[in-house]
């Protein structure tokens, strides 16, 4: 089974600087999709970056960046420039491909609760 | 606009009392999916469905049922809610599950309450 770990319950920087926060991944399939979503106080769920497992390049969407390492099962978001508005709950997810061709459920880790300061 | 709608956003009921949390999604999707939402267990699928007329268990589906009788709808009913049932719930919905790099797009979300 495949399981994602997000060990950053909460993490803090300081508005325009960068930030990373970590996930790392277990799966024993070859074929998978990793994404990231934001979730702001308002509740929503808000698709960030995609990364596949096969893309030999780090996913990259605006100031939102992977540092996807294979090897080490770890799929980290990058925040550039982080802003008052970026303050929210991050997620972890992954899919993975079967060797019968179908997709197995989206599988969420805790989160990580990013706070930007002033 | 292209969006998975969920209603009510709040609920407060009491135990035992049958509630129906209503999903619609206007993307034509095939997948469609319901996850709860509590603190530190990250989002949990209650259920899902490939298609019409299709659905499945996810890993917590005690509790409730769904049903998918037309594309757009999924429809989450607790018919005897209980406290432990208090969470945020999500519906979600993607272009089609065996799509890889398919992301869910997600509902604004409910937040019951049971007391």
């Known amino acids: 089974a495949q399981k994602i770990t997000q060990t950053q319950p909460g993490m803090f920087v300081q508005e325009k600087e960068a930030v990373t926060l970590d996930c790392t991944y277990d799966t024993s399939d070859q074929s998978y999709g990793l994404f990231w979503y934001k979730q702001p106080s308002s509740g929503e769920m808000i698709f960030l970056i995609y990364q596949g497992s096969y893309d030999e390049q780090n996913a990259t969407e605006g100031r939102y960046s992977l540092n996807f390492q294979k090897a080490r099962k770890s799929a980290n978001l990058v925040i550039s420039a982080s802003q008052l508005g970026d303050s929210a709950m991050y997620f972890c997810?992954?899919?993975?491909?079967?060797?019968?061709?179908?997709?197995?459920?989206?599988?969420f880790g805790s989160g990580t609760q990013l706070t930007v300061l002033p | 606009e292209a969006q998975v709608t969920q209603n009510p956003r709040y609920l407060i009921t009491v135990t035992g009392k049958k509630l129906t949390v209503t999903c619609s999604q206007n993307?034509?999707?095939?997948?469609m999916s319901w996850y709860r939402q509590d603190p530190g267990l990250g989002l949990r699928q209650i259920y899902y469905?490939?298609?019409?007329?299709?659905?499945d268990k996810g890993d917590v589906p005690e509790g409730y049922k769904v049903s998918r009788k037309e594309k757009r709808n999924f429809p989450l009913i607790l018919e005897s809610p209980s406290p432990n049932q208090t969470s945020l719930y999500f519906c979600?919905?993607?272009?089609?599950?065996?799509?890889?790099?398919?992301?869910?797009?997600f509902g604004n979300g409910t937040r019951l309450t049971v007391t």
């Open positions: 997810a992954m899919r993975v491909l079967t060797r019968s061709g179908s997709a197995r459920q989206l599988t």
């Open positions: 469905s490939m298609n019409v007329e299709v659905t």
């Open positions: 979600a919905s993607s272009l089609s599950q065996g799509l890889i790099n398919s992301p869910l797009h």
């Open positions: 993307m034509n999707h095939e997948y």
